[in-house]
C-alpha cells in the first residue's frame, strides 16, 4: 500500500522558513518522480514544484521560483521542499503526490 506522510507544517510569519517533509513507503521512492501540490482554502489543487527520480531535474511554480527548493533522499525514502520568505498568499494545506497518490497533507500559514 503507498502511503505518503508529510510533516513540518506549521504557523510561521511573513519572511520566515519552514521545511516540509514527506516519507514515503509502499512502493520503489528512488523510481518515482514526485511534486508538492498545496491547496489553499477555497481554491483549488495548485501545483507548487517537481523533482525527477535522481534529483538532477526539478520546476517550480512561477509563484514560488526563487524562494522554495525542492529535494530528495532516496535513501531515506523523503522528499522535502524548503520554503524561505513566506508569504501569506503562500498559507495552504501542502500534499506531496505520487502518480495520483497523495499524503493527508500538511498545514502552513503564513500570518502576522
Known amino acids: 500500500e503507498v502511503q505518503l506522510v508529510e510533516s513540518g507544517g506549521g504557523m510561521v510569519q511573513p519572511g520566515g522558513s519552514l521545511r516540509l517533509s514527506c516519507v514515503a513507503s509502499?512502493?520503489?521512492?528512488?523510481?518515482?518522480?514526485m511534486s508538492w501540490v498545496r491547496q489553499a482554502p477555497g481554491k483549488g489543487p495548485e501545483w507548487v514544484s517537481y523533482?525527477?527520480?535522481?534529483?538532477?531535474?526539478?520546476h517550480y511554480a512561477d509563484s514560488v521560483k526563487g524562494r522554495f527548493t525542492i529535494s530528495r533522499d532516496n535513501a531515506k525514502n523523503t522528499v522535502y521542499l524548503q520554503m524561505n520568505s513566506l508569504k501569506p498568499e503562500d498559507t495552504a494545506v501542502y500534499y506531496c503526490?505520487?502518480?495520483?497518490?497523495w499524503g493527508q497533507g500538511t498545514q502552513v500559514t503564513v500570518s502576522s
Open positions: 509502499g512502493f520503489t521512492f528512488s523510481s518515482y518522480d
Open positions: 503526490n505520487r502518480a495520483g497518490s
Open positions: 523533482i525527477n527520480t535522481g534529483g538532477g531535474s526539478t
